[in-house]
């Protein structure tokens, strides 16, 4: 019996990282026809219907391209940070409760603030083993930019778990039942969504790949495979960042239409904010940081830990 419980887990666990690659290569596709439309062009429209095989054709001349190295870089260091970098981002959609196979993770809001500081060292060693003064800039402007917003993204999650008192995210739809949290905490909610931008590395806040006075960043010398892996990673973050937003603030998570719908729609305005605005400045995406985001943040805090005490 215990053989057979093991043996559904890992069909489950299959089931679903396969189902999150095929909704990272359509996320991409969304991606490229939204920006078209934005610049009045079509985007993707020749290989299959309606440029629906595109995303597919990618990959495979991605993982199909001959893989080039530095000659002065940390070879396996390089070789490997991206990989475990997917990893790391797979490993994200494991504390999601999954209602088909009983799993219920009672840590799992610990368990993602763990993944995402690991996070920062794959972007770190990618952009140190390859042994170039461009892709080091990249990878310590994006480390420097990602620990500021995990201490205001960890402060801003705090207002919200004190409302619930658990770290296991199936409580969220309980909690969620009757008003939504987004509706509770508003300002919370936005700090919360342009947090999640910068933890992602996406418009207004890519500046780990700021094309213009980077030359794309840490990433610069990967090529083929690493490049695509990379690319993965942050397109399952985004996917998982937008999903946890919806988890949250937005009714919790229950398996419906609805959900999906609004897990499509937090996708898309991600797409939507890079088709829009431009990027910040450097120092203004530490001022908003550090001198907007941490007040706010430490104000909801103690007022949810004040009214906590008084009712109870």
């Known amino acids: 019996m215990y053989i057979i ?3 559904m887990i890992l069909i489950g666990l299959f089931i ?20 078209g439309y934005i610049q ?27 893989s080039t190295y530095p000659n002065f870089s940390n070879y396996f260091c390089y070789y490997f940070s991206p990989v475990f970098s997917f990893i790391l981002s ?18 799992g809001i610990l368990f993602f603030f ?5 996070g920062v060292y794959m972007v770190m060693v990618a952009g140190w083993s390859s042994n170039s003064n461009y892709s080091l800039l990249g990878g ?17 999650f705090l207002s919200s778990i004190l409302l619930i008192m658990c770290f296991d995210i199936s409580f969220y739809f309980l909690y969620q039942e009757m008003v939504w949290f987004m509706f509770i905490m508003f300002p919370l909610f936005l700090c919360f969504f342009s947090s999640l931008l910068a933890e992602t590395n996406r418009t207004p806040f890519d500046f780990a790949e700021g094309e213009s006075e980077l030359v794309s960043g840490f990433n610069i010398e990967y090529s083929s495979g ?19 937003l919806v988890i949250v603030y937005m009714g919790g998570f229950v398996l419906s239409i609805f959900f999906f719908l609004k897990l499509s729609l937090i996708s898309f305005l991600f797409i939507w904010v890079r088709g829009t605005l431009p990027r ?25 830990l004040g009214l906590k005490i008084f009712l109870i």
Do not use: H
């Open 140 to 156: 310590l402007r994006s480390v420097a930019q990602t620990i500021s917003y995990e201490v205001s993204l960890a402060l801003i």
């Open 226 to 244: 690493g490049f695509a892996l990379i690319f993965l990673a942050e397109y399952s973050s985004i996917l998982f960042m937008s999903m946890f």
């Open 114 to 118: 763990c993944l995402t500081s690991l």
């Open 16 to 35: 679903l990282i396969l189902g999150v690659l095929i909704g990272v290569a359509f996320l991409t596709l969304l991606e490229r026809k939204v920006l």
């Open 40 to 66: 009045i062009r079509k985007g993707p429209n020749k290989l299959g219907f309606l440029g629906l095989l595109q995303p597919f054709s990618d990959a495979i001349k991605l993982f199909t391209k001959e």
């Open 5 to 7: 419980d093991l043996l």
């Open 280 to 304: 910040y400045r450097y120092d203004k995406l530490m001022y908003l940081s550090w001198k907007s985001y941490l007040p706010i943040s430490l104000n909801y805090l103690f007022l949810f």
């Open 90 to 107: 797979l490993l994200f959609w494991f504390m999601i409760p999954y209602m088909f196979n009983m799993i219920c993770f009672n840590l």
